[in-house]
């Protein structure tokens, strides 16, 4: 018996402008137009040098981040084989401490999650469901969670953080970008800028005073007709240095251990 992850709960929340490591099985929709008229002008524009630096910025400081501590309230709209068009909400929280520490709780309107990476084993738990699984893995952050999203299909929203101010920066996919405006996020006053890759438009609310932190980040799927959109709200903890037992998984009385399935089996059973 094996962990059969919801792929569909998942994959629609992946921070991940490559979108390389799993297929999207999930999509998520654009629901309103935006209003502001004079974006039209700035659409077609090449990447803007001040978007490419604030990218460049943002991720040179997460990258230098030892600890961090990171919450988020997501909203994916998921578009069913008939097209009928869901709204799923949920909550992801990470503690990490790098290289290769890292704690990660999920909650969505159909699945509950949680993994923890001491450095040298992965543990997936399904707590609601009464089962966890452990697998030997080594690496950093960002490569633990890449080695699960190919081989296992487990990906998680906004795991491409740990990506940002890395060699595997996502910058060279980027065809166009530019600055939309200021705006407000939780009383934070950001920089708003807005980008375009060969398969999605995706947009990120930079703080704009202290810290370059990324306060909400949308994402629109366009290789489905429907324009799909993820969203993520953000709230960071730069100060707090999570302790050793954040990053073990103790199983409570009644959890099972089971194989974590490969995405390959998985695709196979669902198959049958």
Known sequence: MGILEDVESLNCMKFDFRNHSVPVMARIVLLAALSAPQLGLA??????EEA???????????????SLTFSADTEA????????KLLMSGQVYYQATRPGHVAIELMTDVV?????YDGATVTYV???????????????????????AGAHALAFPLADIFAWGTNDTPLDVIR??????????????????????ADQDWEVWIQADGNPVPLQVSVVDKDVLARPRFTARLKWDVES????????????????????????????????
């Not at 659409?43 to 803007?48: N, R, S, Y």
Request: charged fraction near 25%; glycine fraction near 8%.
């Open 43 to 48: 659409q077609a524009a090449p990447v803007d």
């Open 52 to 66: 490419a630096a604030a990218l460049k910025t943002m991720g040179d400081y997460i990258a230098g981040l030892r």
């Open 77 to 84: 709209e998921i578009v069913l084989d008939n097209d009928q």
């Open 112 to 116: 509950r999650r949680e993994l923890y």
């Open 126 to 148: 399904a707590p609601d469901d009464g089962y966890y699984a452990t697998v030997e893995e080594t690496g950093d952050i960002a490569t633990m969670l890449k080695t699960l």
């Open 176 to 197: 166009e970008g530019f600055f939309v405006g200021f705006a407000n996020i939780d009383g934070v006053a950001t920089d708003h800028w807005a980008f375009r890759s």
């Open 241 to 272: 240095v999570p302790g050793p037992e954040v990053f073990t998984y103790s199983p409570a009385e009644g959890m099972s251990a089971v194989p974590l399935i490969t995405y390959e089996d998985a695709d196979k059973e669902a198959r049958q």
